[in-house]
């Protein structure tokens, strides 16, 4: 599978891609990688005042004064509105506060379920880091934005193991089993967009990439995935959007 297309990566789409589903005022819960540098992008351009939680404690109001590679690097702590505890950030996860949660993860299944627990190939299980706070974030926020790499390994038509919840076996079950957050709204990868039927809760392909043909996609799926009627192109990166990027991600380590 290439990463190029046209003068931006395919990675380098999918960031900024995800970067534009942040609308400005929200407050956003951080997760670990490629989420990080959603945010910073944001934040530095079309998302002045929306607020940044991070697990560690970290609450921003303004990008990170560098290049990230956890949330807990000198960039994210100088100039932070407030260092606090994790307690203190997930109580605004219970309180209703948090717009929208940006997670990522080693697999994502048909109706939007993660696993960063474990998984198997070959015979052989793998121990993942586990769920930090995504299992709260996925649960609580209003909306979650789910951003990978698209494989057909990572998108298993049913996840390993369920570290973090979607729509579970379809758009009912998360009423079901007492889940009050929304629920994932975009699942943003390295090839489109895809969002969530109303009715199954049942992922859909809504936007790919340019040079993606929704074929390619399909073929790096482990179901039968479903296409929107009015499939759309994602808008290329601007300059300034790729520029900012690259002052997150200097050496291309997460984007290409």
């Known amino acids: 599978m290439g990463d190029e297309t046209g003068g ?5 789409i999918m960031v900024v891609a995800a970067a ?8 956003v819960f951080v997760g670990m990688r490629l989420p990080l540098l959603g945010f910073a992008l944001a934040r530095a351009l079309h ?12 609450i921003r109001d303004a990008p990170p004064t560098g290049p990230l590679v956890t949330m807990g690097d000198p960039p994210n702590i100088a100039g932070a509105l407030a260092c606090t505890t994790l307690s203190d950030v997930m109580a605004y996860l219970q ?14 299944d048909r109706f939007g379920n993660l696993n960063t627990t474990w998984v198997e190939e070959a015979g052989r299980r793998t121990r993942l880091p586990g769920s930090g706070g995504a299992a709260d974030i996925a649960s609580l926020a209003r909306r979650t934005v789910i951003v ?4 057909r390994r990572r998108f298993p038509e049913r996840v390993a193991y369920l570290t973090s919840p979607g729509y579970g076996t379809g758009r009912r079950w998360r009423e079901e089993v007492g889940l009050i957050g929304g629920g ?4 943003i990868t390295s090839l489109g967009v895809l969002g969530f039927d109303r009715e199954s809760g049942e992922m859909v392909l809504e936007q790919v990439h340019p040079g993606v043909a929704p074929d390619e996609v399909r073929a790096h799926t482990g179901w039968d995935l479903r296409v929107a009627p009015a499939l759309g192109t994602t808008p290329e990166p601007t300059a300034e959007e790729l520029a900012v990027l690259r002052r997150f991600d200097p050496e291309g380590a997460w984007t290409g």
């Open 148 to 151: 990978m790499p698209h494989e």
């Open 95 to 108: 309180r209703g506060r948090v717009d929208v949660g940006f997670l990522g993860g080693a697999q994502v």
């Open 47 to 58: 998302a002045p005042r929306v607020i940044g939680l991070f697990e560690n404690g970290v």
């Open 8 to 12: 931006a990566t395919r990675r380098q």
């Open 20 to 27: 534009r589903e942040i609308r400005d005022g929200e407050i």
């Open 184 to 187: 994932p709204a975009r699942v």
